[in-house]
């Protein structure tokens, strides 16, 4: 069994201390370079897909989630509000009501329809010290989120969209979904007490999974509280489920919110808010992919890409260049030297590292490297500049391979 709080220690990763607090933890650098890696990929993958980055404060009055109807449903997870200049102030559980005032902040046309806004944002939530563990539930939430601002008839199709962007980044991030859920409603006041706006969100959500073909368990008291979601739920080590990524159908808001846009005919009309996101918190993400993959992270996420390994002092002058070359090609490389012991131990040391460049006397004289791959191939000696090159290709186009397509 792969747990990603022991790795996460043993690779240096992130780490807790009891002084900052249960449910936060820090990030070290290794950690920090697939956080950040990870980050630039969805951005990237948004910006692709049409959507439109903001910012917005962790912070909000508390009658925005009056507004918004967290208060009323949501309220035993969230931080108690602040006293702040005679006003009550709260930590955010969601970034929703935050990006309904974005879109609210001027008049909209049809023509901007739909409308993406995305952020990466932080989020609170109180949870109970007893269910906290890791990465995988926090109390401060880095969230990948967006809100699609759209019409009726344009619904299907972005939720539609938002699943297979899922499936995307599923793809290049080697995560397998152990199972897609349909929420729904259950009983009791946690949910809005609107049963044609359920029955129009649910049939919508219904639609999408059948076109796409996914098996489903459709599975009554995990929705939201404002509508019904399709849940992408991923398995740990133990064989625990939790939820990933969604995509949401929510009519209750922009009522909420009162929020319009002008049709072609000129008149008023409602938008509908689809809440989608990719990798949902990207804490757990990351704890997924440390357990999916042990460490291993596919090579554009690996903290380092490249490890250059002099056989002797000798050959110092050539692995002091090819580093520095890795640089300038944005690869992350670490140059491990005769001083860390001898060669076959800092291969084993440097197991986790996608690309391994050895170079002794002969490779040295004739310009080139001896690639080794984490895989264990053991490829012939190539021209240094051919042989970054190609490791630089495969990196930059997020590849699952790491040589020659396999």
């Known amino acids: 069994m792969r747990d990603h709080r022991k790795l996460g220690r043993e690779l240096n990763l992130f780490g807790s201390d009891p002084l900052i607090g249960a449910g936060l933890p820090y990030w070290l650098p290794d950690g920090a370079v697939v956080r950040h890696c990870l980050e630039e990929y969805i951005r990237d993958a948004e910006r692709r897909a049409g959507y439109r980055h903001v910012y917005s404060p962790v912070l909000g009055k508390r009658a925005l989630y009056e507004i918004s109807g967290h208060w009323s449903h949501y309220r035993d997870d969230m931080f108690p509000p ?3 200049g005679g006003e009550q102030v709260v930590l955010r559980p969601s970034l929703c009501p935050h990006h309904a005032v974005i879109y609210r902040s001027r008049e909209r046309s ?11 944002g932080g989020m609170y939530r109180a949870e109970p010290s007893g269910v906290l563990g ?45 199972r ?4 729904l409603p259950g009983k009791g006041g946690k949910y809005v007490d ?17 076109q796409a073909g996914l098996a489903y368990d459709a599975v009554e008291g995990e929705a939201a509280f404002y509508g019904p979601k399709i849940d992408v739920q991923v398995a740990d080590s133990a064989g625990r489920e939790s939820t990933l990524s969604t995509v949401q159908v929510d009519f209750y808001q922009p009522e909420r919110f009162d929020l319009r846009y002008v049709g072609p005919d000129g008149g008023r009309h409602r938008p509908v808010m689809v809440h989608r996101s990719v990798i949902g918190s990207v804490d757990r993400a990351i704890a997924q992919l440390i357990e999916q993959h042990g460490g291993a992270f596919p090579a554009w996420l690996a903290p380092t890409q490249v490890l250059v390994l002099p056989v002797s002092d000798a050959e110092l002058p050539q692995a002091i260049g090819v580093e520095r070359r890795c640089a300038e090609l944005g690869l992350r490389a670490e140059l491990a030297g005769p001083e860390r012991g001898s060669l076959g131990a800092r291969i084993r040391a440097g197991r986790l590292v996608p690309y391994q460049l050895v170079i002794g006397a002969r490779e040295a004289a004739g310009g080139q490297v001896s690639v080794r791959l984490r895989d264990g191939r053991r490829l012939e000696a190539l021209p240094q500049a051919e042989a970054l090159a190609r490791t630089a290709a495969l990196v930059d186009a997020r590849s699952p391979s790491l040589w020659n397509g396999s």
Not at 180 to 183: A, D, G, K, P, T
């Open 82 to 84: 602040m006293d702040l």
């Open 110 to 120: 049809y023509r901007e329809l739909p409308l993406r806004i995305a952020e990466l």
């Open 134 to 178: 890791g990465l995988s539930r926090v109390r401060a939430i880095q969230l990948n989120d967006a809100h699609i601002f759209c019409t009726v008839a344009q619904v299907a199709d972005e939720a539609r969209a938002a699943l297979e962007l899922i499936g995307r980044a599923y793809a290049a991030l080697g995560i397998s979904p152990s």
């Open 180 to 183: 897609y859920r349909l929420s």
């Open 194 to 210: 609107d049963p044609q706006l359920w029955r129009r969100a649910s049939a919508v959500l219904n639609e999408v999974l059948d």
